[in-house]
């Protein structure tokens, strides 16, 4: 294995470790309540708009170089894949706080939403590790990505945690359950390297749809115009870093 590939392995191993440190910190703001809504609601519109930027100016199209056009049905699976999880494992999952306790009463509330929320930063790592497998430069901009919402996750399985009756330090476990997923997802995408071309648009439909599906409609609810124009700031910001970097 030549040791370029070798390197973006180890970072993407890495970096699958900063992120899954994410979905714990973000659980332990809010058993600490250290983390107002304000800031989740500032986090989901920056991540939605780089997220949809990386997905179409980087992933697709990555993915249509590698694997021809039958690369967007793929990114149709992946797409799907999540809408279906969503709707049946864990039909009322959103992101962000939950108060509404008389439906998260009970052990089966939570762990459906739970294993939703598992699945979702699966393929976070998988993203992860598929960017760095295809170049150093498309595994870096899908860390970003993948990093600004996971703040939010774990603010979102803490809080549902604690509004089911578990005590801090169950939602503060199952924050880190969700980063123990994103770093399976890393590490049997960087073992099965041969499926790169299904693994990345799979992960493209993934990530459209949290962003388009997931992470939009919350920043629908907010009146606030400042969050809003933060979608448009994380777009911006993709396209910036494209412009720099020359790629």
């Known amino acids: 294995m030549p040791h370029e590939l070798l390197f973006r392995i ?20 809010v058993v ?10 500032y986090f989901l519109a920056l991540g939605a708009g780089y997220m949809l930027s990386v997905a179409f100016v980087e992933v697709i199209p990555e993915s249509v170089h590698l694997a021809g056009e ?11 894949l999540i809408h279906l999880f969503e709707h049946t494992i864990a039909p009322h ?11 998260m009463h ?7 939403v739970l294993l939703g929320m598992a699945i979702h930063t699966f ?11 295809v170049s150093t430069w498309l595994g870096m901009v899908i860390f970003v990505a993948v990093f600004l919402h996971k703040l939010p996750e774990g603010f979102t399985i803490a809080s549902v945690v604690l509004a089911s009756g578990q005590g801090k330090r ?16 890393v590490f049997l995408t960087s073992l099965l390297q041969s499926q790169l071309r299904y693994a990345l648009p799979l ?10 599906t997931d992470l939009l409609p919350e920043v629908n609810r907010e009146p606030n115009w400042r969050v809003a124009f933060l979608v448009f700031v994380g777009v911006a910001s993709m396209l910036i870093l494209k412009l720099l970097f020359n790629v």
């Open 32 to 41: 600490r309540g250290e983390w107002t809504r304000k800031y989740l609601q």
């Open 203 to 212: 992960s493209g439909g993934v990530t459209v749809y949290v962003a388009a």
């Open 123 to 133: 393929f976070d790592g998988v993203a992860i590790a598929a960017g760095f497998l």
């Open 10 to 29: 180890a970072l993407a191993a890495l970096l699958g470790l900063v992120a899954a440190a994410g979905n714990v910190l973000g659980g332990y703001f």
């Open 170 to 185: 169950n939602a503060v476990r199952a924050a880190g359950l969700l980063g123990a997923a994103t770093l399976a997802g």
């Open 93 to 103: 999952f959103h992101f962000g706080e939950e108060t509404h306790t008389e439906e």
């Open 106 to 112: 009970g052990h089966h509330a939570r762990r459906t």
């Open 70 to 80: 039958n690369a967007l049905l793929f990114v149709l699976i992946g797409y799907f």
